[in-house]
């Protein structure tokens, strides 16, 4: 039950970017992760012509047909593995932009403001939200470097060990902007998170299976702020507003 109502939470952003009075907040994510999302996967797409291309000219004529085999595999390995780490870099960049969509998402939703900062109070808290997703960064590389070497030494453990990472790292990066705009912890983050683990799961799998799909990745990461905040408000919010 938990794990379809995270998944129903994620395409619930598809309805909320476009309501009326968020659109606006929407766009700058929205372009952030078009131009360098689109352009990345280009040169990405080049690299892995040319890899092949070498790789087959090293086999002999009557392997060549491997080259068919080798490219849905390591296209699906590298689509969910560049992916997410695409996305962490990416919310770098994006960061300010992500938590005042998320900060706006839950004013419509609750119609209470988050706080009451102005421009330049939002501004000077830059470098926090900076600091938080390098922190989501030093808890993610450690971890997706373990569990990427586990990917190719264990059969099919590996490979559903490396899934369930992806959506969990999801879930963090994206259901953290509404708490970070409450100041709530990273540690406390994961902690709430953990208690409806496969809430988080649902909702992370999502994110993964759509920013897998060319064209369409394009709008996750504005639709996973909007989706996750609506999962912060109705399963977390009580717990810190009062």
């Known amino acids: 039950m938990q794990f379809t109502q995270g998944m129903e939470y994620f395409f619930s952003g598809f309805k909320l970017i476009s309501q009326k009075g968020l659109k606006r907040f929407v766009l700058i994510p929205l372009l952030i992760n078009i131009v360098l999302f689109g352009s990345s996967l280009f040169f990405l797409y080049g690299w892995l012509t ?20 080798m490219w849905p595999i390591a296209l699906l390995v590298i689509l969910f593995s ?13 960061a300010p932009f992500n938590g005042l969509l998320s900060e ?15 421009i330049l109070d939002t501004m000077k808290d830059v470098p926090r939200m900076l600091g938080r997703e390098w922190t989501k960064l030093c808890y993610y590389l450690p971890r997706a470097i373990g569990f990427f070497i586990l990917l190719w030494i264990l059969p099919v453990i590996g490979q559903l060990l490396w899934i369930l990472f992806t959506c969990w790292m999801y879930a963090v990066q994206y259901e953290d902007y509404a708490f970070d705009n409450h100041k709530v912890s990273f540690k406390d983050m994961k902690d709430d998170l953990k208690e409806k683990q496969t809430l988080s799961y649902g ?20 639709v996973a702020v909007c989706g996750g905040t609506r999962l912060w408000v109705e399963n977390y919010r009580s717990k810190y507003r009062h």
């Open 82 to 94: 560049y992916s997410m780490l695409f996305t962490v870099i990416t919310n770098f960049i994006a």
């Open 104 to 118: 706006k998402v839950e004013l419509y939703l609750t119609g209470q403001k988050v706080n009451d900062d102005g």
């Open 203 to 222: 909702f992370g799998l999502a994110v993964m299976i759509l920013t897998a799909i060319p064209f369409i990745n394009l709008i996750v990461m504005p």
């Open 50 to 69: 040319d890899g092949f291309a070498y790789m087959n000219s090293l086999l002999p004529e009557w392997l060549s047909w491997l080259e068919w085999l």
